[in-house]
């Protein structure tokens, strides 16, 4: 058996529970939940960081962070302690750069698609409805007892700039424009497994843990 059993991709769609699939993936194999978001948040915050001053400057001012530098610290993330059994990438790779970096410094096993097709994303996120609160609905999936009213603290529903049909399909736009060569390449390694995401959040991690195991098992000849 190899030390470091589970390098492992998770991508998807947004609003397709990756982040949800991430975590439960980490708390059951104790292998970090490394997000690209959470992780450039952190670096930029920690102020004894090298790295920490260069990124304020570009993500203060709006700017795009560049590949090599993601790649650099996702690079150095995956260098950690806590990393020597595995890890989890979310966020990262995002474009055909990153994954020639990621391949110099890992052995990714498994690439995972939480499948969603576009109509379902639009529709999961176009119901949404949020107050000012931050309390968050949706007029399909949790409706509120009175239309266009926050059960929680009464306050007057709307639809969030960023959840409009318009912006969703342009996001939407980038992230096949993005991922789909991306998948393409893991694809062609045989290490893509396409999870159907139109499924309750249990039914989705349960087909993670059967394809990981029937993989395990596999490899280890008790199949
Ligand atoms: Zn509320």
């Avoid at 998770?10 to 490394?34: C, E, M, R, V």
């Avoid at 989890?88 to 055909?96: H, K, Q, S, V, W």
């Avoid at 893509?192 to 991690?205: A, S, T």
Wanted: glycine share 6%; aromatic share 6%; net charge negative.
């Amino acid at each position: 058996m190899r030390d470091k059993p589970f390098e492992i991709i998770l991508f998807g769609p947004p609003a397709s529970g990756k982040g949800t699939q991430a975590k439960l993936l980490a708390d059951t194999f104790k292998i970090p939940h490394i997000s690209t978001g959470d992780l450039l948040r952190a670096i930029k915050s920690d102020k004894s960081n090298p790295l920490s001053q260069e990124l304020s400057d570009l993500m203060d001012n709006g700017k795009l962070v560049s590949d090599e530098l993601i790649s650099k610290m996702v690079a150095e993330r995956i260098k950690a302690d806590d990393c020597r059994f595995g890890f989890i990438l979310d966020g990262y790779p995002r474009t055909e750069e990153q994954v020639k970096d990621l391949e110099k410094i890992s052995n990714i096993d498994y690439v995972f698609l939480i499948d969603v097709n576009d109509k379902a994303v639009i529709e999961r996120i176009s119901g949404r409805r949020s107050c000012k609160n931050g309390h968050v609905w949706h007029t399909k999936y949790s409706p509120t007892k009175e239309d266009g009213v926050c059960d929680t603290c009464g306050e007057e529903l709307y639809i969030r700039d960023d959840d409009n049909e318009d912006k969703i399909t342009k996001r939407l736009e980038i992230y096949h424009g993005n991922t789909d060569p991306i998948l393409n390449f893991y694809k062609k390694q045989n290490k893509l497994i396409r999870i159907d995401g139109d499924q309750h959040i249990e039914i989705v991690f349960r087909s993670m843990i059967k394809d990981l195991v029937e993989d395990l098992r596999a490899q280890l000849g008790t199949k």
